[in-house]
């Protein structure tokens, strides 16, 4: 008995229980976002041409999503007016994958309508989140809910600009204009 003490021998623990990984937020990589969101967009409905009327956002995407969609939409002047008068298209939903993903990104061409929106200075907003903090009905996350699944990016839009100022940001509005 004593020598099946002392003999060498192995002992095999158990495996790691494996632990799905936490659902993290959705992640924009702005510094590759198309376009730059450090940079004025002017665009000019009334030349006719179609790169004067067309933005294309390109937004690189990363989360752990646990199985769970990610819904997108981008809005006009967000927060200024209800979400659902704000609505640019309709809200998307990217397929579920990991965090090492960076293959997954946010692709959407704007086609401005001519006659939709005033001339001047506009925001236009991404928002970003999963499926469980998502407001289908405003097409933004719900604002408990999605405290800390939320990813937004804004771009600064000049439309029908003067020619004499395209690339300022004049009579953008501000929160206590649209307060009054």
């Not at 907003?125 to 990016?153: C, F, K, Y």
Request: charged content about 20%.
């Amino acid at each position: 008995m004593l020598l099946s003490v002392l003999a060498p021998g192995c002992l095999v623990a158990d495996p790691p229980e494996y632990r799905e990984p936490p659902r993290t937020p959705p992640i924009l990589d702005l510094v590759a976002a198309k376009p730059l969101i450090s940079e004025i967009i002017v665009r000019d409905t009334r030349t006719g041409l179609d790169a004067d009327r067309v933005i294309e956002f390109v937004v690189p995407l990363r989360s752990e999503d646990n199985d769970e969609y990610v819904w997108w939409a981008f809005h006009i002047d967000y927060g200024f007016a209800p979400p659902s008068e704000t609505l640019i298209g309709v809200p998307q939903r990217i397929t579920p994958s990991t965090f090492d993903d960076v293959s997954r990104s946010i692709n959407y061409k704007w086609d401005i309508p001519s006659v939709a929106y005033r001339a001047g200075c506009h925001t236009i907003t991404l928002v970003v989140s999963h499926d469980s903090t998502w407001n289908l009905v405003e097409a933004r996350p719900h604002v408990i809910e999605g405290q800390h699944d939320t990813a937004m990016a804004t771009w600064w839009l000049n439309l029908n600009p003067p020619p004499d100022a395209r690339d300022t940001l004049l009579d953008c509005p501000t929160h206590s204009e649209v307060e009054q």
